[in-house]
């Protein structure tokens, strides 16, 4: 077994790439996320080392873990503040499933050739990237195209692809580079394959690094889409009439103030009181709209009765006040069923309600007299706010606002309508939401002209995790074109217009409210019309993939020589 050098240690790569690719959910203002054009490389050199040296898929395996255990862990770990056990599960096991399209792609370089191989993992990648939007555990928090958030002046052409094509755009910087690092390596000759396709141990004919002319296509691959983003950041204009919203941050600490119980409690009324005045204090003549938090109006509302409730006649009266406003408010609903059969799979029993559902809910009031309309959350946090029925018991402990569970998705209203001229359409979003393009773009394709998000990133405290939801916003409203309104608990309150550049910011941590002028676009941008079509294709391509290293191992199979039997040995 050939020697390594130490900066070729399976580990030290691991700990390189996970440390490069965590720029790209860097929080700091001075630090652009430029590892993720070299953060694959690392794993690519020590996938290929493995591989030369006929490592155990064990040995395989353990390095490609701890890479994406390291940049999970890295990234996310503020989860943790919320419970430790359900960080430390959300790191573990998004790194798992990461390893799968890791895993896909070594077979598929085994059974295909080196070549096919590096060029099937950005689709294994990305559609496993799609997979991510869609299923029940569903976590896109890491998706690669979310890395650029915090520099939307790079990827202004998002309106075009949506943020997996930022994902296409690493792992196309990546594999050139690390094709013009190995230069040549991949040329092999039949006989050089072991296997069907699986690299001897002729490592590059040296460990140091002279610059090589090939490392001009790579610098072009990051050079080209930025100047395409930079003229379109130059040329677009924000599109749409002006309408004048507020948006509202209470600043109620979650663990020591907002519920009851609490060692600080803030009673409801006294929340609802801070409310309305902040919201007061902001209101002109031209003030149309106003946006509180989630769950901003706490204790349990039925939905049936919900007028009935003295903070929402409060709220009735406060509209009636000021003619011509309309207010949405993130709260906790309850929406009830006649029977076990009208109810939904989520929906629990108990036997004063009988059959109910419990939603994280943005309520919209149009007017003091208007019938409340609602709109339930439906992209749910996995583990917390989403789980299996049989999983309940065992995380009774967690308490992200007294609810453990899956909360309800019952359809409902999915778009707000500001009666007025200009006529504003709004696409309510609430917290986690945020991160899903095309989730996000298919409520713009139904009409709306502005998204209004409402969250309570204060269960993260002053981490990286806010912050990191703050700027994924800038990348919806790029995708979409659309200004978005944020009303925050507490973090960021403010604007991000539709270049995703953040405006009017509330001071963090303190209450606070802030005004601004939107820009309402009824215009769609292609990404917006035909949504996720790069997951999509990368996943129907997958599949045809995996269907080829099938058929390919099974005739690898039968063409190996079968050991023959030896024959009787007669007496003599």
Not at 9 to 32: E, I, M, N, Q
Not at 99 to 114: D, E, H, I, Y
Request: aromatic letters at 12%.
């Amino acid at each position: 077994m050939a020697k390594t050098s130490p900066g070729a240690h399976p580990a030290v790569l691991a700990v390189l790439g996970a440390a490069l690719l965590w720029t790209g959910w860097s929080t700091s203002a001075t630090l652009w996320p430029l590892g993720l054009f070299v953060g694959w490389v690392p794993y690519l050199l020590m996938e290929r080392r493995f591989t030369q040296q006929g490592a155990r898929k064990g040995r395989v395996f353990a390095g490609t873990y701890l890479f994406v255990l390291l940049w999970n862990a890295s990234t996310t770990w503020w989860v943790s503040y919320a419970d430790l056990a359900a960080g430390i599960a959300a790191v573990v096991l998004n790194a798992l499933l990461m390893c799968l399209p890791l895993m896909a792609f070594r077979q598929t370089k085994k059974r295909l050739g080196p070549l096919v191989g590096y060029l099937t993992l950005p689709v294994y990648w990305i559609a496993f990237e799609q997979l991510h939007l869609r299923w029940d555990i569903t976590w896109p928090w890491l998706t690669l195209g979310n890395g650029f958030a915090a520099v939307p002046q790079w990827v202004q052409w998002y309106e075009y692809t949506g943020f997996l094509g930022g994902s296409v755009w690493v792992w196309v910087v990546n594999l050139l580079i690390f094709f013009a690092i190995v230069d040549g390596q991949l040329k092999v000759k039949s006989e050089e394959l072991k296997g069907g396709g699986e690299l001897l141990a002729q490592g590059p004919k040296a460990d140091s690094l002279t610059f090589n002319p090939k490392l001009l296509m790579p610098l072009l691959a990051v050079a080209l889409p930025l100047l395409a983003s930079f003229a379109i950041g130059a040329t677009y204009q924000e599109q749409g009439p002006g309408a004048e919203v507020v948006v509202v941050q209470p600043n109620v600490d979650p663990y020591t103030e907002k519920f009851a119980g609490a060692a600080n409690f803030v009673s409801y009324d006294e929340q609802l009181t801070r409310l309305l005045t902040l919201s007061t204090q902001q209101l002109t003549p031209r003030t149309r709209l106003v946006l509180w938090p989630e769950t901003s109006l706490q204790g349990h509302y039925q939905e049936k009765t919900v007028d009935l409730d003295p903070r929402i006649q409060r709220i009735r009266a406060w509209l009636g006040q000021h003619p011509g406003v309309a207010l949405i408010t993130g709260m906790t609903s309850i929406v009830t069923y006649p029977s076990k059969e009208a109810a939904s799979e989520t929906a629990v029993y108990r036997d004063d309600l009988g059959y109910y559902d419990v939603c994280n809910t943005a309520a919209y009031l149009a007017g003091p007299a208007a019938p409340m309309q609602f709109y339930h959350k439906e992209r749910l946090v996995p583990g917390v706010e989403k789980v299996p029925t049989f999983l309940t018991a065992l995380i009774s402990h967690i308490d992200l606002g007294g609810y453990v569970g899956s909360y309800g998705t019952v359809p409902e209203t999915k778009l707000f309508r500001v009666s007025g001229a200009p006529a504003l359409v709004v696409r309510p979003l609430v917290c986690y939401e945020s991160i899903y393009g095309d989730f996000t773009a298919q409520y713009v394709r139904d009409g709306a002209n502005l998204l209004g998000l409402v969250t309570n990133d204060a269960w993260w405290y002053d981490t990286p995790g806010y912050r990191q939801l703050l700027r994924l916003g800038a990348l919806r409203a790029i995708e979409t074109r659309r200004d978005l309104a944020r009303a925050a608990n507490t973090g960021f309150t403010g604007f991000i217009n539709q270049k995703g550049e953040l405006a009017q910011l509330a001071p963090t941590w303190v209450p606070a409210a802030s005004r601004a002028t939107v820009h309402l676009n009824d215009k769609m941008t292609f990404y917006t019309r035909v949504g996720e079509y790069i997951g999509r294709g990368c996943q129907a391509l997958a599949l045809l993939l995996l269907g080829w290293v099938i058929v390919r191992a099974v005739a690898d199979s039968k063409s190996q020589p079968q050991p023959r039997r030896a024959e009787p040995v007669k007496a003599s």
